[in-house]
């Protein structure tokens, strides 16, 4: 490796954005009123009330474009925008350079409230991203959970 190498840069989108059509929110808006009227003729108007206020957050993020986050894998640790995780707050890593997306970063973490990172990473940058982490951190065997992958099924 370089040592002159002390941080990768690069910014890339939150997620994948997928164009919805009509279709899309007009089968949102059908779920969401049968699941409406279900909860009300079973006498649940807090959960018809978290529907209709579910679906349309739903609504409103699926025509939002992602954000642009910036990345950064450096000496000290991995930057997802402005959040520092250091190597010592991550067990380890993996690259899955088949993933229909596009090369992804996987961070296992050892906090229970962020598990997995999961960061897209650009295809020129792998090697010098690979040779930096695996000074660092061990190398195993991770994939995407079931939840993105549902996600991204759906077009989040």
């Known amino acids: 490796m370089d040592d002159s190498i002390r941080a990768i840069t690069w910014e890339a989108p939150e997620h994948h954005h997928i164009d919805k059509s009509s279709d899309w929110f007009w089968v949102l808006g059908?779920?969401?009123i049968c699941g409406t009227v279900a909860a009300f003729f079973f006498g649940n108007f807090l959960f018809a009330l978290v529907i209709l206020l579910g679906s349309g957050v739903m609504a409103l993020r699926a025509v939002k474009p992602p954000a642009v986050v910036p990345f950064m894998v450096g000496k000290k640790g991995v930057r997802v925008g402005e959040k520092l995780y250091t190597y010592s707050a991550l067990a380890s890593y993996f690259i899955d350079e088949e993933d229909e997306g596009g090369?992804?970063?996987?961070?296992?973490?050892?906090?229970?409230?962020?598990p997995l990172i999961?960061?897209?990473?650009?295809?020129?940058?792998?090697d010098d991203i690979e040779d930096l982490l695996k000074e660092k951190l061990p190398e195993e065997e991770l994939h995407e959970?079931?939840?993105h992958k549902v996600l991204e099924m759906f077009g989040f």
Not at 103 to 114: D, E, F, H, R
Not at 118 to 126: A, G, L, S, T
Request: glycine share 4%; charged share 10%; hydrophobic share 50%.
């Open 30 to 32: 059908i779920i969401a």
């Open 103 to 114: 090369p992804q970063l996987l961070l296992k973490a050892n906090s229970m409230y962020s």
């Open 118 to 126: 999961v960061m897209p990473i650009p295809e020129e940058y792998i």
């Open 145 to 147: 959970p079931l939840g």
